[in-house]
């Protein structure tokens, strides 16, 4: 890889491919969060491990694998039980060796290392999966849809919706409604699920409106279209309290951000030029902030993730957020470690979904304009 | 700096945010002193034996503003009643203990008790009870032994509740007449006792709980909720500031250091802090909070050293950029000031406006942060929090159960820290940083 990325920007210039340089910037910003991700995971597992709960993990882990095996084996089964003990022990001992868990921690952190990047999680200890299985990546698979359903959702919609009420207000700023934009920014400071508190309190406590959580109702209905209603219908305060959170601060941020940059020389030429208001939005204040844009974005998409976890228990979503907390609960070790892997995918995966979308859109990632810094 | 100050005034948020945060800061400061560290631990993790003469679940005394007619608790004491003595010779004394009450309320109590306080050597006084209804009617309830510090709970007993039909605070109460009707008026409890030695003490109180406690209401351990609302305000500030100190100023000094020495301590500290923004924090807070330790200097610790890679760093630095190549600094070379004089006394003193607001802003978050913790299960063991009282109150389901007032309370003084903190941050950073000044 590293070879690879002095080559790109040469190619391009002989050749003028945008697509070239975005996919070469893809490429490292790739190798750079792959590399974040192995370091966030094994600062993960270094502290899970530091009382030995990975070891013990780990050992539950062949444990269980041999036992199932040897239930499978028709000659095992055959074997008096004390000798079919003494051979369970040493396949146990035998599985242990290969996985280097008698050879010193560093060698084994970097063992559980390469497990945890293929997501080989282990057994729960008292969780399953909606199937019954005790896999923790089965566990985590099975609440991943949900999360993803109300997250991105939510997430598209604030984003548009935020960009777009920036936009408007920087048009006519001074006005009430500016005005009040500007003095409800400072309610971003509670997190979502805070005000998920305050919705449930007024829309299914007070008003009876709204169910007060979960994801369907029970029992959950049978034609998919009612189906989809009853999903929406439970999604629509775990969304308006990840709203409320988040819009006014977005709207009131972005709101100056492009006033800062209307007010610049070339945004004159273009009024003068007599150009719509939308031409000039479009060409000349939307697209050198979009970059600044996708950023702030990427942030606020990461704190919203790990908010997710409260939000999700407070909501009663069964996402991975609520798996998270029973895991917490119960004191499932292997599904917290498991969580907290998944947690650091997704993140990593998030700012990579959007630094392409960066360098769709940065103009110097476009031109090839080396950026320092 | 002090036309900063002045400046500061000028704005309605601004003077908003300092009254609550003074208002805060005063809340802390008459925690700390009316209740003693110690004192509010015990009050907290005591038990229910410390409060057994609350009511459970009871609203706070402002609910009454919205539901008229809450029924108040009613104690009655023995020392303050009618009592005759009888001696029956051979030291056998009957004493006949009457603790009238008033019962004006259209609501039913939540609950009947009677504590005693005896004193004996060997044999235990004995007591009847009975029970006078306003309209004469004398209702039967029990005899017993009653020993040292006996508390006769009526409400949960089942032979009571059979001999009545029905639960005794709904059986006395109610009218015979007319069901629907609290039986309202002079309620009588007669406790009739033999006690068997000279020395032989007897003393009661009747309680009869209501449904209103106190300024701030109760909860389902009987527990006021007074007590983690006043002491959760410092703990929370305490917590709030440390995080925010400890994150921001590492931070800067982190960001300082490394634009002074460039080159790879430059690209060191980039390249942490580009890994640390995509950390999963929550998740791993909760892995330290379940496996090691749930104290919160413990957690406080990890919250600094998760911060002090913060997003903060790019900021500096792009400033500290621009400051190092100022004359004043090439002057401080020449004069030859070493490598830390230099970042200590004249680069970084040059990024306080731009910490202060940061700084100010951020105290909410860590405020938020740790409340988080609490409602997941993760809080701080022994300490009284806002965020466990959420907690407790959500497990509990009070919002089901329509105990708003226990969600309410904390939530405000939490939204109240980080609107003021918050509003007073905005302002600040629109005076230190002109250009937003008038936007």
């Known amino acids: ?373 | 700096m002090s036309r900063a100050l002045g400046e500061l005034l000028h704005y309605r948020a601004a003077v908003a945010g300092l009254a609550i945060i003074g208002f805060l800061l005063a809340l802390s400061v008459y925690a700390v002193l009316t209740i003693p560290y110690g004192e509010a631990i015990r009050l907290w993790r005591g038990g229910e034996a410390l409060w057994l003469e609350n009511p459970r679940n009871a609203s706070p005394l402002w609910m009454s503003l919205f539901r008229r007619d809450l029924p108040h608790t009613i104690t009655v004491r023995s020392q303050d009643a009618l009592r005759r003595e009888k001696d029956l010779g051979e030291g056998v004394r009957q004493v006949t203990i009457a603790l009238p009450f008033d019962y004006p309320y259209r609501k039913l109590p939540q609950e009947l008790a009677v504590f005693f306080d005896v004193e004996y050597a060997e044999r235990p006084p004995h007591v009847a009870l009975t029970w006078r209804t306003p309209d004469g009617t004398a209702i039967r309830l029990g005899e017993f032994t009653v020993k040292t510090r006996d508390i006769y709970r009526m409400s949960s007993d089942p032979q009571l509740q059979q001999a009545l039909g029905g639960r005794p605070e709904e059986v006395l109460f109610t009218d015979p007449q007319a069901p629907e009707n609290v039986l309202q008026g002079r309620h009588e409890l007669l406790i009739e006792g033999f006690l068997f030695e000279r020395a032989s003490r007897l003393e009661t109180r009747l309680v009869v709980y209501g449904a209103v406690y106190g300024l701030a209401g109760t909860d389902h351990l009987r527990r006021d909720l007074m007590i983690p609302l006043l002491w959760g305000t410092p703990i929370a500030m305490a917590f709030g500031l440390l995080a925010a100190v400890g994150s921001t100023v590492s931070t800067l000094a982190i960001a300082a250091i490394g634009v002074w020495y460039g080159r790879w301590v430059d690209g060191l500290i980039q390249r942490i802090t580009e890994v640390n923004l995509i950390l999963p924090g929550l998740p791993i807070l909760i892995l330290i909070g379940t496996l090691y330790s749930r104290s919160i200097w413990v957690i406080l610790g990890v919250v600094i050293l998760l911060g002090v890679f913060g997003s903060g760093i790019k900021t500096y630095r792009a400033l500290f950029l621009q400051v190092k190549e100022a004359p004043y600094i090439e002057a401080a070379r020449a004069y030859g000031a070493g490598s830390m004089r230099a970042v200590f006394t004249y680069m970084i003193p040059r990024a306080v406006p731009v910490l202060i607001p940061q700084f100010v802003t951020l105290i909410p978050a860590f405020v938020f942060l740790e409340a988080t913790l609490a409602v997941l299960g993760l809080g701080d063991p022994v300490l009284p929090t806002w965020g466990k009282v959420i907690e407790d109150a959500y497990s509990k389901g009070a919002l089901f159960s329509g105990h708003y007032y226990w969600v309410l309370q904390p939530a405000v003084l939490l939204m109240l820290s980080g609107l003021g903190f918050t509003m007073l941050g905005f302002t600040l950073d629109r005076i230190f940083n002109p250009r937003l000044r008038e936007m």
């Open chain 1, 1 to 373: 890889m590293a070879e690879a990325l002095p080559l790109a920007p040469r190619r391009a210039r002989s050749a003028p491919g945008t697509l070239a340089r975005v996919v070469s910037y893809s490429a490292t910003r790739l190798v750079a969060l792959f590399l974040t991700v192995v370091v966030g995971v094994y600062l993960t597992i270094l502290i899970a491990n530091m009382g030995g709960y990975v070891d013990v993990i780990k050992r539950a882990e062949i444990r269980e694998q041999v036992g199932i095996s040897v239930s499978f084996d028709p000659v095992m089964q055959r074997l008096p039980v004390e000798e079919r003990q003494k051979r369970i022990k040493e396949l146990v001992a035998i599985e242990e060796e290969n996985l280097g868990l008698n050879r010193p921690f560093l060698a084994r952190s970097l063992v559980y290392l390469r497990e945890s990047l293929l997501l080989r999680l282990g057994f729960a200890e008292r969780m399953t999966s909606d199937t019954g299985s005790r896999l923790v990546r089965l566990i985590i698979l099975n609440r991943l849809p949900p999360t993803l359903l109300l997250f991105v959702s939510a997430q598209l919609l604030l984003f548009i919706a935020s960009v777009l009420m920036a936009l408007s207000l920087s048009r006519r700023y001074g006005s009430a409604l500016d005005q009040a934009v500007v003095a409800l920014a400072p309610t971003s400071a509670a997190p979502a699920w805070f005000y998920g508190i305050f919705l449930i309190l007024i829309f299914s406590a007070l008003l009876r409106a709204l169910p007060f959580g979960g994801m369907v109702d029970a029992p959950p209905p049978e034609r998919a279209f009612a189906y989809a209603l009853s999903v929406l219908r439970h999604m629509i305060l775990p969304m308006a309290a990840l709203f409320l959170t988040t819009i006014f601060l977005a709207v009131y941020s972005w709101r100056t951000f492009f006033l800062i940059f209307s007010s610049e020389d070339y945004v004159e030429v273009a009024k003068a030029k007599g150009l719509t208001s939308g031409a000039i939005e479009r060409r000349y204040i939307l697209r050198p902030t979009m970059p600044t844009i996708i950023t702030s974005f990427a942030l606020s998409l990461i704190g919203a993730w790990t908010g997710a976890i409260v939000l999700e228990t407070v909501f009663n979503w069964p996402g991975l957020g609520r798996a998270l907390f029973q895991a917490i609960g119960l004191y499932d070790t292997p599904v917290i470690v498991g969580a907290t892997i998944i947690y650091a995918y997704l993140l990593a995966i998030t700012v990579f979904v959007l630094d392409i979308l960066y360098a769709l859109i940065d103009p110097r990632v476009k031109v090839g304009i080396e950026e320092r810094g």
